[in-house]
T-cell receptor
Framework: EPEVTQTPSHQVTQMGQEVILRCVPI?????FYWYRQILGQKVEFLVS????????KSEIFDDQFSVERPDGSNFTLKIRSTKLEDSAMYFC????????????FGPGTRLTVL | GNSVTQMEGPVTLSEEAFLTINCTYT??????LFWYVQYPGEGLQLLLK?????DKGSNKGFEATYRKETTSFHLEKGSVQVSDSAVYFC?????????????FGQGTELSVKP
């Protein structure tokens, strides 16, 4: 069964450093998302992406964040200058709304900012 | 704005007990409703969904019915197993907004003892 994959599974970085989190969505899906979950808290929407552009973003998704689909398979989330409060689990999801509104999630990347 | 409220956890049950996890929502339009499950150390997996009023979603012995009159989507299982121990998230997405984000409840941790 097709699945969303994410790399790395765990990323440790120093405050102020740039990080890139990578995702490979399900191949025939057209909508892509990033969510985050701070330890012990609810899952929060960051951004959605369709047709090579951002379709919606939350107030969390400020100028420090960017997303890109650099080729036909990868979908990346970049944080330019990490802060301690960026420490969280980041989930990528994808969906094919032509068939269903279900979003399928990857296993997540745990980002630790020191 | 749209929101989801779940009963607080953790919920601790003995094996074969009956489970109910309450979920209520506030939404404009006609949302689709979901239950996702997060097993320890893993990502989010879709458990079940319902897309319109009075629909019942079911999977792996779990059920939830979309109740528009009470704006609820309570999760139930007749006989839980130790392997059901996980965090359960209720979520919604607006049904008339293609590609719309998921809005999650705060999650309910379930612990099933042998």
């Amino acid at each position: 069964e097709p699945e969303v994959t994410q790399t790395p599974s765990h990323q440790v970085t120093q405050m102020g450093q740039e990080v890139i989190l990578r995702c490979v969505p399900i191949s025939n899906h057209l909508y892509f998302y990033w969510y985050r979950q701070i330890l012990g808290q609810k899952v929060e929407f960051l951004v959605s992406f369709y047709n090579n552009e951002i379709s919606e973003k939350s107030e969390i998704f400020d100028d420090q964040f960017s997303v890109e689909r650099p080729d036909g398979s990868n979908f990346t989330l970049k944080i330019r200058s990490t802060k301690l409060e960026d420490s969280a689990m980041y989930f990528c999801a994808s969906s094919d709304f032509a068939l269903t509104d279900t979003q399928y999630f990857g296993p997540g990347t745990r980002l630790t900012v020191l | 704005g749209n929101s989801v409220t779940q009963m607080e956890g953790p919920v601790t049950l003995s094996e074969e007990a009956f489970l109910t996890i309450n979920c209520t929502y506030t939404a404009t339009g006609y949302p689709s409703l979901f239950w996702y499950v997060q097993y320890p150390g893993e990502g989010l997996q879709l458990l079940l969904k319902a897309t319109k009023a009075d629909d019942k979603g079911s999977n792996k012995g779990f059920e939830a019915t979309y109740r528009k009159e009470t704006t609820s989507f309570h999760l139930e299982k007749g006989s839980v197993q130790v392997s059901d121990s996980a965090v359960y998230f209720c979520a919604l997405t607006e049904g008339d907004n293609q590609g719309g984000k998921l809005i999650f409840g705060q999650g309910t941790e379930l612990s099933v003892k042998p």
